[in-house]
Protein backbone atom coordinates (compact mmCIF):
# COMPACT_ATOMS: atom_id res chain seq x y z
CA UNK A 1 0.00 0.00 0.00
CA UNK A 2 2.71 2.68 0.97
CA UNK A 3 4.29 1.75 -2.67
CA UNK A 4 0.86 2.62 -4.03
CA UNK A 5 0.87 6.42 -2.90
CA UNK A 6 4.84 6.62 -3.53
CA UNK A 7 3.92 5.60 -7.07
CA UNK A 8 0.81 7.89 -6.96
CA UNK A 9 2.79 11.01 -5.28
CA UNK A 10 5.87 10.75 -8.05
CA UNK A 11 3.71 10.35 -10.81
CA UNK A 12 1.78 13.25 -10.14
CA UNK A 13 5.32 14.87 -9.47
CA UNK A 14 6.75 13.63 -13.08
CA UNK A 15 3.55 14.81 -14.98
CA UNK A 16 3.72 18.14 -13.52
CA UNK A 17 7.19 18.58 -13.93
CA UNK A 18 6.33 17.60 -17.96
CA UNK A 19 3.49 20.04 -17.91
CA UNK A 20 5.94 23.07 -16.69
CA UNK A 21 8.57 22.40 -18.74
CA UNK A 22 6.23 22.04 -21.69
CA UNK A 23 5.27 25.83 -20.61
CA UNK A 24 8.63 26.90 -20.44
CA UNK A 25 9.46 25.32 -23.81
CA UNK A 26 6.37 27.51 -25.47
CA UNK A 27 8.15 30.60 -23.65
CA UNK A 28 11.38 30.16 -25.47
CA UNK A 29 10.16 29.61 -29.16
CA UNK A 30 8.73 32.56 -30.70
CA UNK A 31 5.94 30.75 -32.69
CA UNK A 32 3.71 27.32 -31.70
CA UNK A 33 3.19 29.10 -28.07
CA UNK A 34 -0.80 27.49 -28.08
CA UNK A 35 0.78 24.25 -29.49
CA UNK A 36 3.44 23.43 -26.63
CA UNK A 37 0.26 24.69 -23.84
CA UNK A 38 -1.93 21.81 -25.59
CA UNK A 39 0.59 19.72 -25.25
CA UNK A 40 1.53 20.61 -21.38
CA UNK A 41 -2.43 19.99 -21.15
CA UNK A 42 -1.75 16.20 -22.42
CA UNK A 43 0.09 15.65 -19.16
CA UNK A 44 -2.81 16.67 -16.92
CA UNK A 45 -4.89 14.29 -18.88
CA UNK A 46 -2.69 11.44 -17.92
CA UNK A 47 -2.95 12.85 -14.52
CA UNK A 48 -7.03 12.96 -14.43
CA UNK A 49 -6.45 9.21 -16.40
CA UNK A 50 -4.13 7.35 -14.41
CA UNK A 51 -4.86 9.18 -10.78
CA UNK A 52 -8.39 10.89 -10.78
CA UNK A 53 -9.83 14.20 -10.94
CA UNK A 54 -8.67 15.27 -7.72
CA UNK A 55 -4.95 14.72 -8.21
CA UNK A 56 -5.42 16.43 -11.44
CA UNK A 57 -6.37 19.42 -10.40
CA UNK A 58 -3.65 19.30 -8.12
CA UNK A 59 -1.28 18.65 -11.05
CA UNK A 60 -3.24 21.74 -12.59
CA UNK A 61 -2.66 23.63 -9.37
CA UNK A 62 0.85 22.84 -8.79
CA UNK A 63 2.08 23.00 -12.57
CA UNK A 64 0.37 26.84 -12.66
CA UNK A 65 1.84 28.07 -9.73
CA UNK A 66 5.18 27.26 -10.99
CA UNK A 67 4.56 28.51 -14.25
CA UNK A 68 3.44 31.90 -12.75
CA UNK A 69 6.78 31.44 -10.45
CA UNK A 70 9.20 30.32 -12.86
CA UNK A 71 8.34 31.59 -16.81
CA UNK A 72 9.45 34.09 -17.98
CA UNK A 73 6.37 34.63 -20.20
CA UNK A 74 3.47 35.49 -17.33
CA UNK A 75 1.12 35.31 -20.87
CA UNK A 76 1.42 32.09 -21.68
CA UNK A 77 1.24 31.09 -18.02
CA UNK A 78 -2.07 32.95 -17.47
CA UNK A 79 -3.26 30.95 -19.88
CA UNK A 80 -2.35 27.76 -18.94
CA UNK A 81 -4.07 29.02 -15.34
CA UNK A 82 -7.25 30.12 -17.11
CA UNK A 83 -8.27 26.97 -20.10
CA UNK A 84 -5.34 24.27 -20.69
CA UNK A 85 -4.63 23.31 -17.05
CA UNK A 86 -8.03 22.89 -16.17
CA UNK A 87 -9.43 22.02 -18.79
CA UNK A 88 -8.39 18.10 -18.95
CA UNK A 89 -10.63 18.25 -15.43
CA UNK A 90 -13.24 19.80 -17.47
CA UNK A 91 -13.21 17.31 -20.58
CA UNK A 92 -13.39 14.54 -17.92
CA UNK A 93 -16.31 15.31 -16.22
CA UNK A 94 -18.00 16.59 -18.80
CA UNK A 95 -17.70 13.46 -20.68
CA UNK A 96 -19.44 11.51 -18.38
CA UNK A 97 -22.69 13.79 -19.36
CA UNK A 98 -24.58 13.27 -22.56
CA UNK A 99 -23.49 14.10 -25.83
CA UNK A 100 -25.29 17.62 -26.09
CA UNK A 101 -24.58 18.81 -22.46
CA UNK A 102 -21.29 17.71 -22.73
CA UNK A 103 -20.40 20.03 -25.95
CA UNK A 104 -22.68 22.70 -24.43
CA UNK A 105 -20.59 22.77 -21.37
CA UNK A 106 -17.37 22.60 -22.73
CA UNK A 107 -18.08 25.60 -25.26
CA UNK A 108 -19.13 27.60 -22.17
CA UNK A 109 -16.29 26.99 -20.36
CA UNK A 110 -14.15 27.65 -23.57
CA UNK A 111 -15.75 31.04 -23.51
CA UNK A 112 -15.89 32.20 -20.30
CA UNK A 113 -11.86 31.15 -20.28
CA UNK A 114 -11.31 33.56 -23.41
CA UNK A 115 -13.56 36.23 -22.07
CA UNK A 116 -11.17 36.24 -18.94
CA UNK A 117 -8.33 36.35 -21.13
CA UNK A 118 -9.37 38.76 -23.44
CA UNK A 119 -10.05 40.93 -20.75
CA UNK A 120 -6.76 40.07 -18.59
CA UNK A 121 -4.63 41.01 -21.75
CA UNK A 122 -6.58 44.01 -22.83
CA UNK A 123 -6.05 45.35 -19.40
CA UNK A 124 -2.65 44.75 -18.80
CA UNK A 125 -0.74 44.54 -21.92
CA UNK A 126 -2.80 46.51 -24.54
CA UNK A 127 -4.65 48.47 -21.96
CA UNK A 128 -7.29 49.29 -24.90
CA UNK A 129 -9.78 51.56 -24.08
CA UNK A 130 -12.77 50.01 -25.58
CA UNK A 131 -13.97 46.67 -27.73
CA UNK A 132 -12.13 46.52 -30.91
CA UNK A 133 -14.14 45.07 -34.02
CA UNK A 134 -11.87 42.29 -33.63
CA UNK A 135 -13.52 40.38 -30.64
CA UNK A 136 -16.28 38.99 -32.45
CA UNK A 137 -14.01 37.28 -34.65
CA UNK A 138 -11.91 36.18 -31.96
CA UNK A 139 -14.63 34.04 -30.74
CA UNK A 140 -15.70 32.71 -33.61
CA UNK A 141 -12.00 31.49 -34.93
CA UNK A 142 -11.67 30.54 -31.04
CA UNK A 143 -14.36 28.22 -30.73
CA UNK A 144 -13.86 26.51 -34.64
CA UNK A 145 -10.14 25.71 -32.67
CA UNK A 146 -11.26 24.89 -29.78
CA UNK A 147 -13.72 22.09 -31.81
CA UNK A 148 -10.43 20.43 -33.53
CA UNK A 149 -8.16 20.71 -29.73
CA UNK A 150 -11.01 18.81 -28.23
CA UNK A 151 -11.30 16.41 -31.23
CA UNK A 152 -7.47 15.46 -31.35
CA UNK A 153 -7.26 15.59 -27.63
CA UNK A 154 -10.15 12.73 -27.60
CA UNK A 155 -8.01 11.13 -30.51
CA UNK A 156 -4.81 11.30 -28.08
CA UNK A 157 -6.71 10.05 -25.30
CA UNK A 158 -7.86 6.98 -27.32
CA UNK A 159 -4.13 6.49 -28.26
CA UNK A 160 -3.00 7.37 -24.63
CA UNK A 161 -5.84 4.59 -23.54
CA UNK A 162 -4.50 1.89 -26.31
CA UNK A 163 -0.91 2.14 -25.84
CA UNK A 164 0.59 3.72 -22.84
CA UNK A 165 -1.92 3.00 -20.23
CA UNK A 166 -1.47 -0.55 -20.78
CA UNK A 167 2.41 -0.55 -20.18
CA UNK A 168 2.02 1.71 -16.94
CA UNK A 169 0.12 -1.12 -15.69
CA UNK A 170 1.83 -3.90 -16.97
CA UNK A 171 2.66 -6.69 -14.20
Same mark, same amino acid.
Given at each position: ??????? =???????? $????????????? !???????????? +??? @?? +????????????????????????? /???????? /?????? @???? #???? /????? @?? #????????????????????? /????????? @??? !? $???????????? !???????? +????? !???????? =???? =?
Amino acid at each position: MRSSKTR =KIALAAIL $TAFEVTFMYIACV !FPTGNLGFLGIA +SLF @GI +SAVVELGIVPGLIVYAAAGVLGLIM /LPSKTLAI /LFAIFF @GPYP #VVKA /LCEKL @GR #VAEWAIKLVFFNLALTVAVFA /LEMTLFNVG @GRT !F $TTPVIYLIGNGV !FILFDIAV +SRAIL !FYMSRIHP =KIHK =K
